[in-house]
């Protein structure tokens, strides 16, 4: 398998160094030659582990490392720690360390990453450049924490991410690791970011300082293939739980932020797994929602800080993977999208490439529906949702509503619902008083009995450790200060 990028610049790599790089010398994504097609070999196997499911999609687009290689890493990436649940249609996602659905991608990059990084030799080490908003950084940081060779510089927005996703990351231990707290929001720092990866005469300067930049954000292609485990593994718990039959075709509800998940989903299909639509849900920042109606792609608006915050953001970087699929690989067109995109800040697509999001539905859900979905959810179901899976939860109900589609559904449960505990109160219309999430925590088990994550219990008394604050045009300084090289 190689790997080419998005926008045409890059031909024929392979899969170590496109995962090392993170991202194309030209801007672009990289997006594998090929899809292989491994749906019909799952037949009668719907008894498969998670591990087992991730072995059979893995080794099709890292054929680099050996079919040992890649079962350590995978083992050493879940084993005991991760592990994915269906609960009625919701696939749970989140039981990991950080409790959010990116720890399947997370867990595992690093050892994908240090096998990559020994395959080419890479002397020195790799710096992981991470903007996040809110969850990649806490399980960048719990993936790579004391691994050899890593160091990871985490940027978060301080406006913009819970209480306890903050304190999940500044009290992370690990020798090797440091996070920044942004004054700006998501879109400052992902720019930011952006900047210091196109920034090629400051790379080759660090290189000749024995580091080289990569990236933990979901456009590492290293990261986008292990998300297309968990539909394969959640198709085949909905055929063990007889709610369809092994060939049946199913829609996909995504809450959607980045793209990564939900282009996973995508991806799936591709190998053959029977997805009939994608749903993507986005919150009041709906850009998508917008565009997959209108087909005009339009970022020109203020980013609205919601309750779900981990979709907070206005580009969706991994859009361009799907848009390349879409426009039958059109690398120039694509270029041209992109560019639009970096200038205008708007672009519309051509005929040919909005039939070719033709399964794609977009729609939102405001702050009333997120708690309407939360509430309805819990007291009609006894089941309890975070605010990102409300979102999904309210856009389907909009999408079935609107088009009396009954085709049975897979909802991507995000996050576990004490990661946000003050939305999750506040959609039940508890009042606990004037006291902290973290005593919200306490409360709001109390209240419900559904058990709080080991991760989350605690967290109020760990010490913190990351007190490093920047301006959102000072992120080469700090980063430099990390990594202890001068720039002259
Ligand atoms: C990152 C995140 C999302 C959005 O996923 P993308 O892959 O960026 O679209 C949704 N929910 C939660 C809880 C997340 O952490």
Redesign the pocket.
């Known amino acids: 398998m190689r790997f080419i990028s998005t926008r045409g610049g890059e031909k024929n790599i392979s899969s170590s160094k496109a995962i090392i790089n993170g991202i194309a010398k030209d801007g672009g994504l990289y997006v594998p030659t090929s899809f292989p097609s491994i749906f019909e070999k799952l037949k009668n196997k719907t008894s498969l582990t998670y591990e087992e499911i991730a072995f059979k999609v893995i080794k099709e687009y890292f054929t680099d490392f050996n079919d040992d290689e890649i079962k350590l890493a995978i083992n050493e990436a879940y084993k005991d720690r991760f592990n994915v649940e269906l609960k009625n249609n919701f696939l749970e996602l989140?039981h990991g360390p950080t409790s959010?659905?990116?720890d399947a991608a997370l867990l595992f990059l690093p050892h994908i990453m240090k096998l990559s990084k020994e395959k080419l030799n890479v002397d020195g080490d790799i710096v992981i450049l991470t903007a996040t908003?809110?969850?990649?950084g806490k399980?960048a940081l719990e993936g790579f924490s004391n691994i050899e060779g890593f160091k990871v510089m985490v940027y978060y927005p301080m406006s913009g991410v819970s209480s306890v996703q903050e304190m999940q990351m500044v009290t992370q231990e690990g020798n090797n690791l440091r996070v920044v707290g942004i004054r700006g929001n998501f879109d400052d720092a992902q720019k930011g970011v952006k900047e210091i990866f196109g920034d090629n005469e400051f790379k080759e300067d660090l290189i000749k300082s024995k580091i080289l930049l990569s990236s933990a954000n979901?456009i590492n292609i290293g990261r986008l293939i292990p998300?297309i485990v968990y539909y394969f593994y959640g198709y085949l718990q909905l055929v063990n739980k007889q709610k369809i039959k092994f060939g049946n075709k199913i829609n996909v509800v995504?809450?959607?932020?980045?793209?990564?998940?939900?282009?996973?989903s995508y991806y799936a299909r591709e190998m053959g797994l029977p997805i009939a639509r994608f749903i993507c849900a986005s919150n009041e920042n709906n850009v998508l929602s917008d565009f997959f109606n209108e087909g005009i792609y339009d970022k020109r608006r203020e980013l609205i800080l919601t309750e779900?915050p981990?979709?907070d953001?206005l580009i969706?970087s991994?859009l361009e993977r799907l848009l390349f699929e879409a426009s039958g690989r059109d690398c120039n067109e694509i270029k041209r999208l992109m560019e639009e995109l970096s200038k205008n800040g708007i672009y519309k697509v051509n005929k040919n490439i909005k039939d070719g999001l033709k399964d794609f539905y977009g729609n939102y859900a405001t702050k009333e529906d997120v708690y309407k979905a939360i509430s309805d959810m819990y007291n009609k179901e006894g089941y309890l949702i975070?605010t990102?899976?409300a979102?999904a939860y309210a856009a389907l109900n909009k999408y079935i509503s609107e088009t009396k589609d009954e085709t049975p559904y897979l909802i991507?449960s995000?996050?576990n619902p004490y990661?946000f505990p003050r939305s999750v109160t506040k959609a039940l219309e508890l009042d606990f008083g004037n006291i902290d999430d973290f005593d919200i925590i306490d409360k709001l088990y109390e209240y419900t009995k559904v058990s709080v994550p080991d991760n989350l219990k605690g967290l109020k008394n760990k010490n913190v450790i990351h007190k490093n604050k920047c301006e959102i045009n000072e992120l080469k300084k700090s980063l430099l200060d990390f990594i202890g090289v001068k720039n002259d």
Do not use: E, R, W
Request: glycine share 8%.
């Open positions: 989140y959010a659905f990116k908003s809110g969850d990649t399980a979901s998300q995504v809450p959607t932020g980045n793209f990564g998940n939900i282009l996973a779900s981990s979709m953001i969706s991994n975070d990102h899976t979102v991507a995000t996050a990661k």
